[in-house]
Nanobody, 124 residues
Framework: QVQLVESGGGLVHTGDSLRLSCAAS????????MGWFRQTPGKEREFVVG???????TYYADSVKGRFTISRDNANTVYLQMNNLKPEDTAAYYC??????????????????WGQGTQVTVSS
């Protein structure tokens, strides 16, 4: 049974940092892109960043470049380090996994597996 379990969300102030974790189990993700998405009520889900597990190649949305960093370890956990947080970063953050398809935008991959989400709230 595939599971993606996020943790690390919370309430912070503008300029603070948070680190989200996504513990993956039940599958071999070496050929997968592990992505972080976020969503606020009434808005479409937004791709934030992804990492290709096998190579560590990353891709960031422009809105978070220079502030967020994705990484993974050898224990099937993906991290999202978020620095200099802004109120517009407030959202539910979801971890997801998709088989890599070369030539396709990572935001448009078929994400088969999703976590339950963790809330990040940034107060001004």
């Amino acid at each position: 049974q595939v599971q993606l379990v996020e943790s690390g969300g919370g309430l912070v102030h503008t300029g603070d940092s948070l680190r989200l974790s996504c513990a993956a189990s039940g599958h071999t993700f070496s050929s997968y892109v592990m992505g972080w998405f976020r969503q606020t009520p009434g808005k479409e889900r937004e791709f934030v960043v992804g990492i290709l597990w096998s190579t560590g190649t990353t891709y960031y949305a422009d809105s978070v470049k220079g502030r967020f960093t994705i990484s993974r370890d050898n224990a099937n956990t993906v991290y999202l380090q978020m620095n200099n947080l802004k109120p517009e970063d407030t959202a539910a953050y979801y971890c997801a996994a998709a088989p890599m398809v070369f030539g396709r935008q990572w935001s448009r991959l078929k994400y088969d597996y999703w976590g339950q989400g963790t809330q990040v709230t940034v107060s001004s």
